[in-house]
């Protein structure tokens, strides 16, 4: 273990402090001691926060796949690094070795290679999670190529916006995806997303599901064919730390993602720290994150933390209801699963299901159990504790973000108090302060307001991808000199901190980050619809739901009709997982007399407030309010 990972309370009390009285040194020796590096920096750290301008171990040479996978092939060749459990329960289980992973990375390395993929090209990855997502985002890290990896739920739009943003020229695809009992055509709505695209070169498709698919001559090469004889060994690019390792796309308070950069050095560094010390793996551990390595969770903590610890790292294909709503439990059971980490909106709608489902399962060798992605309420923290770990598996709640990297706010396991509904205390580097709405750090201890963070970490976004602009806009901007999350948060007399959620038009539903302009511009593309407002309200299962508030040019004569059409549109645009709950056509919105849309009011129409809405007379339009509220009166 090293001395920087806490084991005990005054430990982690000894190295919070010794980050935050010098976080070059703390950052510097944990790097040096914990990573293999082709060349040592000239310096630990160069910021400037008001350009903001971020550096971590500038002149730094290294390559991330050779910190997590080469290093271990001396002691680990043999040990499992990725178990994958496949979708079908049916179908047999695959336990991929360091050794095994270091060729198929090497192997796809090389096939990258050979169809034209250089150093500091953008490489889209579309693809469902079986091991080749896995290789692929390795073989890109390998030969120092960005990827640019897009959640496979995305819609053909959503991936056509995103491969143009990043001007990819390569996008890495299967056949077809498995969820549950559906396949997701994949292939199929590349091939629509690339009728926008003009940036493509090369297309690869990986063989899943064997769906019948079209190949394009010129454009597609199936995986297997241009894998063929590719050499196992690859030499790893040596990298500089601060170049780009990879792209990922969240949502913003525009329309258009933002397509958040992380660097090789400093991300690697925060990324296998804050596994460590969070989850407190050790050896031998069985550790299993169930998101999709479509989104950050799945980066920091399937790919690059648990790999570049040296440890065994389960990926799921499947979802928790299929082919039961006990998958979960089984394949915990089945690999004798020691550290589970999962999402509030997963446990909530799995707490519905019969109990008996999980008391089949024999649940004993977990260890820790951790949440991600959104506030959990108490409820589910309880039932979480009680029925999964037995009163006897540390919950770390972690409040992180794609900007962040990694976990900036958490328990470490069995080594700091838990509290239901709280992330608790900051990690050792991370200096979370409070703002008040005038823009001054609020001093007290038990305090309430935006959390801001008013140090650099190594794992922090540099850049959005092309947008330098909008980066500090959108970032560091509202506070100057600090970093803005975009959370609120409460600090309690003992400097625990709990989340209390979104203070901008992001809403957060079944733990996806949904922007609330790009959901409006798919739904004015209605063509009977003149305008909306997208807000979210309290959902049991998914915390958050969206609901939509339509206005129409012309009464719309179906309203079943209407509903299905602006739902299909949302879905075509955005994805399936922005689809409004619920669509409230109203006879106008409600507005400032500047013409900006109220949405405080309508947020608490939609969570179900009825009088209560504060001055409105100051509104444009204030009538329009009892209005509103007399149509959702009868939804
Ligand atoms: O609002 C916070 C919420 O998720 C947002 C970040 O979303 P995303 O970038 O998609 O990353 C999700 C996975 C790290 C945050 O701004 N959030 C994340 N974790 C928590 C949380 N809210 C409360 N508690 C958490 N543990």
Request: proline content about 5%; some cysteine; hydrophobic content about 40%.
């Amino acid at each position: 273990m090293s001395d920087y990972i806490a084991s005990s309370l005054a430990q982690y009390n000894e190295l919070y402090k010794r980050s935050v009285d010098s976080p070059e040194a703390f950052w510097g020796s944990f790097a040096r001691e914990e990573f293999v590096w082709r060349t040592s920096w000239d310096n630990v750290l160069s910021y400037d926060l008001h350009k903001p301008h971020i550096e971590w171990f500038t002149g730094g040479k290294l390559n991330i796949t050779e910190n997590c996978i080469d290093r271990h092939l001396a002691e680990k060749a043999h040990e499992t690094a990725i178990l994958f459990e496949p979708n079908n329960p049916d179908e047999e289980h695959l336990a991929i070795s360091y050794k095994e992973l270091s060729e198929h990375v090497n192997r796809t390395a090389n096939m990258l290679k050979s169809i034209g993929v250089n150093k500091g090209d953008r490489v889209c990855i579309y693809m469902p999670m079986i091991p080749e997502l896995a290789y692929a985002v390795l073989a890109c890290a390998r030969i120092g190529a960005i990827h640019s990896v897009v959640f496979a739920g995305f819609s053909a739009q959503s991936l056509a916006d995103r491969i143009n943003d990043a001007s990819c020229a390569f996008v890495l695809t299967a056949d077809g995806g498995y969820r549950g009992s559906k396949i997701t055509a994949l292939k199929d709505i590349v091939d629509e997303a690339l009728q926008k695209c003009d940036c493509v070169t090369r297309v690869v498709v990986n063989r899943r599901t064997g769906s019948k698919i079209a190949m394009h001559d010129g454009l597609d090469v199936w995986w297997h064919e241009a894998i063929e004889g590719q050499s196992t060994v690859c030499a790893p690019e040596v990298m500089d730390a601060e170049d780009v390792l990879f792209i990922l796309y969240t949502s913003g308070s525009t329309g258009k993602p933002k397509g958040m950069v992380h660097t090789c050095g400093g991300y690697m560094v925060y990324a296998n720290y804050t596994f460590r010390s969070v989850f407190q793996y050790q050896p031998g551990d069985v550790y299993w994150c169930t998101a999709d390595i479509g989104w950050i969770t799945g980066h920091s903590y399937i790919v690059y933390g648990p790999l570049s610890a040296g440890a065994t790292t389960l990926m799921f294909e499947g979802i928790p209801s299929y082919p039961n709503a006990d998958r979960f439990w089984q394949v915990v059971e089945k690999h004798s699963v020691n550290i589970f980490y999962t999402a509030p909106t997963a446990i909530r709608s799995l707490a519905l299901c019969d109990i008996n489902l999980v008391n089949k399962c024999d649940l004993t060798s977990l260890k820790t159990l951790g949440t991600v992605g959104e506030p959990i309420n108490e409820e589910a923290w309880e039932w979480y504790n009680d029925h999964i770990g037995k009163n006897n598996c540390p919950i770390v709640d972690t409040w992180w973000q794609t900007e962040t990297g990694g976990i900036m706010i958490s328990p470490l396991s069995g080594i700091t108090e838990t509290i239901p509904t709280f992330a608790t205390l900051p990690l050792p580097g991370i200096q979370p302060v409070l703002m008040d709405e005038a823009g001054n750090e609020i001093a007290e201890l038990e305090a309430e307001g935006r959390l801001c963070i008013g140090h650099p970490w190594p794992g922090m976004a540099r850049t959005i991808y092309g947008d330098h602009q909008r980066f500090k806009d959108t970032y560091y901007s509202s506070f100057p000199g600090k970093y803005f999350t975009g959370d609120g948060a409460k600090r309690d007399s003992n400097g625990n901190y709990r989340i209390t959620g979104r203070v901008d038009d992001i809403v957060i539903v079944s733990g996806h980050n949904l922007g609330t302009a790009e959901i409006e511009n798919a739904i004015n593309q209605h063509p009977l619809v003149s305008e909306s407002a997208v807000v979210g309200y309290p959902h049991a299962i998914k915390g958050n739901a969206i609901c939509a508030f339509v206005n129409l040019t012309v009464p719309s004569k179906d309203a079943e009709k209407l509903t299905n059409e602006i739902m299909n549109l949302v879905a075509t645009i955005v994805g399936p997982i922005a689809k409004p709950e619920r669509i409230q056509v109203c006879s106008a919105l409600p507005k400032t007399r500047s013409g900006k849309i109220m949405r405080r009011i309508l947020r608490k129409i939609a969570a179900g407030e009825r009088s209560d809405f504060g001055d409105i007379s100051t509104l444009l339009n204030p009538e329009c309010v009892a209005d509103i509220v007399a149509q959702t009166a009868t939804m």
